[in-house]
């Protein structure tokens, strides 16, 4: 017992080394025992994990908190999402690095911070405004120049910046919206929560191909809600 507790305050002190989160360790120690340890195994992803400083995109009251293994409330009804999601997510993307990605519901800007570290270029869309105008501060300050932002109903996508190689929706949906579809490129992935309710979603996969759209079911999750400007 006494051999337990001496490591636990060795590896606590050495996480504040000046009174400040060693928070390069805590990163390293999630991709370890959160995506490591389950079934995140794509390098790129795995690489932009490292690198985001996922502390930067959470409220400072529970920074502290910002490498736990699971979502944490940033205000407004929304979330951040639990890592392994966000590594998940991105994984089944199979992106390049030429790639253009549409995000619909930026949130903190995390998820976009995450894509940008992998692709050519991200569009993200956020309905709910003071989200999105500190989404876009906080991407602007840490120097995320290939994120784009827009405040509006991200159910219409980004047509004047479609095809996207690949699209991210971030909110719970009943139904794929059909315009989405529309501005995915040939080739393209989508990624998407669908169901009926809030716990009863399930990560569905979407490929165009020839024209041809197919959906796979993927994990079951839990979204908020997909929200539109009329609600």
């Known amino acids: 017992m006494y051999r337990i507790v ?3 305050v060795i590896i606590c002190f050495a996480d504040n080394v000046n009174g400040q989160d060693n928070y390069a360790t805590q990163r390293e120690r999630m991709v370890h025992t959160q995506l490591l340890g389950r079934d995140i195994y794509d390098i790129k992803t795995l690489d932009a994990m490292r690198e985001v400083k996922r502390h930067e995109f959470v409220p ?3 920074k ?3 490498y736990t293994d699971g979502p944490l409330n940033i205000g407004h009804n929304q979330t951040i999402s639990q890592p392994y999601i966000v590594a998940y997510m991105t994984q089944e993307l199979k992106l390049k690095p030429n790639d253009r990605v549409l995000e619909i519901g930026t949130g903190s800007g995390y998820q ?3 894509l940008a570290k992998i692709v050519d270029s991200v569009y993200t869309i956020e309905i709910v405004e003071p989200l999105g105008i500190s989404a876009d501060k906080r991407l602007k300050r840490l120097g995320y120049k290939n994120v784009y932002t ?4 991200g159910y219409h ?8 190689d690949a699209i991210i929706v971030t909110a719970g949906v009943k139904e794929i919206p059909p315009v989405l579809l529309d ?3 040939e080739g393209g992935r989508m990624i998407i929560p669908v169901g009926k309710t809030l716990f009863h979603r399930n990560l569905m996969l979407v490929t165009k191909k020839n024209g041809k759209i197919k959906a796979k079911k993927r994990i079951p ?3 908020v809600p997909f929200t539109r400007k009329n609600e």
């Open 6 to 8: 001496t490591i636990l």
């Open 60 to 62: 400072t009251s529970i």
């Open 64 to 66: 502290y908190m910002a």
């Open 112 to 114: 976009a911070a995450v």
């Open 150 to 153: 827009r405040i509006g109903d």
């Open 157 to 164: 996508g980004w047509p004047d910046k479609a095809p996207f």
């Open 183 to 185: 501005q995915l490129a």
């Open 221 to 223: 999750v839990a979204f």
